[in-house]
Nanobody
């Protein structure tokens, strides 16, 4: 049963923006810190950003700090990642999950491709 569904990826030129969405069809969001992760071709999956249940606390990987903004809407069981000033190194499949991640919740992710 799919619980977390990511969307919003696409092809964009360097310097462009995208907004990713994660929708929870189960109760995963309830009181959990949620996060975005990404996996580039040939690389390990890595942490991108997380946000606490209240939305007060956020944290970012150094590589995206100042460019990406994580947010959530608990009433709509949704989480977002606003990505600005995208770089070719941001090319990856982006996933949402709990923080730390729950193995069974990995979804299909959404592909982000940044051209130079």
């Amino acid at each position: 049963q799919v619980q977390l569904v990511e969307s919003g990826g696409g092809l964009v030129q360097a310097g462009g923006s995208l907004r990713l969405s994660c929708v929870d069809s189960g109760r995963t969001f309830d009181y959990n810190t949620m996060a975005w992760f990404r996996q580039a071709p040939g690389k390990e999956r890595e942490f991108v950003a997380h946000i606490s249940w209240s939305g007060v606390t956020t944290a970012y990987a150094d590589s995206v700090k100042g460019r990406f903004t994580i947010s959530r809407n608990n009433a709509e069981n949704s989480m977002y990642l606003q990505m600005n000033n995208l770089k070719p190194d941001d090319t990856a499949v982006y996933y949402c999950n709990t923080r730390p991640p729950t193995e069974r919740l990995w979804g299909q992710g959404t592909q982000v491709t940044v051209s130079s």
